[in-house]
Each structure stands twice: as C-alpha cells, then as structure tokens.
C-alpha cells in the first residue's frame, strides 16, 4: 500500500498538539478557572488531528482511499476515470469530481511513504502524486460487443466522520462559552 501525506500539516498538528497540552498546567497553576483550559486544548487537540493529521491518500492495490476532514471515500480503480492537479488534487469518477482536503492547492508540499519501502516518506509535489495515483487508474475499456453475462460490482463507498465532526461543534461552541467566562 502507497500513503500519500502531507507533511507540513502534520508538523503544525504536531505544534498545535504541544500547545494544548501547555495551556492545561498553565492553566491550572496561574489560572482563577483552572477547568477552563481544558475545553480549548481538546477543540485544538481535535482540530489539529482531525483538519491536519487524519487526511490523507491511501493507493491499495484494488481501491483508492480518500480520508478527508468530512468523510473517507473508498473508490473501486474502475471506477476512477481521471486525476486532475488544476486545484490541488482532484479524483473524477463516475460521480463526478471530488476536490480533496489533502493537496487544495498545486503548490503544497506532499510526501509519498511506500510500505515496506525503506527509507520512509519521500517529498513530492502535487503533480508527482497526482501521477503515483494515476499510475494505478486503469485504462478505459472498449466495448465491442453485447455487455457480459456476469457483472462484478465496483462500489464507491462514502463513510461520514459524524463523531469528529460533531465533536469540533461542540467543543468548538464549550471553547467559546469557556473563553466567554474568562
């Protein structure tokens, strides 16, 4: 399986991570509401891995995995007719066009980590990922001839990211009505 990341999101997740863990003992040491501090650490604990961290490409030998901050989308290669670098990386299928939160942009710096590949993630541009995806997207088949008798289902599945998506509200609306009482 081939990852595809982006690694300056990940090194500022990693900050953003440090930052809510420092604001918990200031908090509880210089602080006259010491359990304030902890709401907006877990809304920037939650932020940073769910908006910097979890995104990613995931190019398994039978399907593309697209992990965004809304949702995770499994396509089935037949099923991906096209990758498109206009803004940022772009998958068409045959539901249409899907921008991806991984590369929104040409110009992000991405990191490609082949498994069992030493050496670990490689850096790359978005038109050299764009191209590790395309490599795999298989080639359009001719249709000569009556449909076959037996059809093998290629799915496009979408699973919603609800928990984390609700949980950035609400901690997002606790971290407002802490800073409110501060």
Do not use: C, N
């Not at 891995?49 to 499994?74: G, N």
């Not at 942009?105 to 850096?123: F, S």
């Not at 509200?169 to 009482?181: D, N, R």
């Amino acid at each position: 399986m081939t990852t595809i990341i982006a690694p300056g999101m990940r090194q500022l997740a990693i900050v953003l991570w440090v930052v809510a863990v420092v604001l918990v003992p200031l908090a509880l040491v210089t602080g006259d509401h010491p359990w304030l501090a902890p709401v907006p650490s877990l809304f920037i604990a939650l932020v940073a891995w769910a908006v910097l961290w979890r995104p990613r490409f995931e190019l398994r030998p039978d399907t593309l995995v697209v992990v965004d901050v809304r949702r995770t989308s499994t396509y089935a290669w037949p099923r991906v007719q096209e990758v498109r670098t206009k803004y940022g990386i772009e998958v068409v299928s045959s539901e249409g066009v899907r921008r991806t939160w991984l590369a929104t942009r040409p110009t992000a710096r991405l990191a490609v980590r082949h498994d069992g590949r030493p050496g670990g993630a490689t850096p790359v541009d978005v038109e050299a990922a764009a191209a590790e995806v395309r490599a795999l997207v298989p080639a359009v088949v001719a249709k000569d001839g009556p449909p076959p008798a037996t059809v093998v289902a290629q799915p496009i599945t979408h699973r919603a990211h609800g928990w984390s998506v609700l949980a950035m509200i609400v901690l997002g609306v606790a971290a407002s009505m802490a800073a409110a009482q501060l």
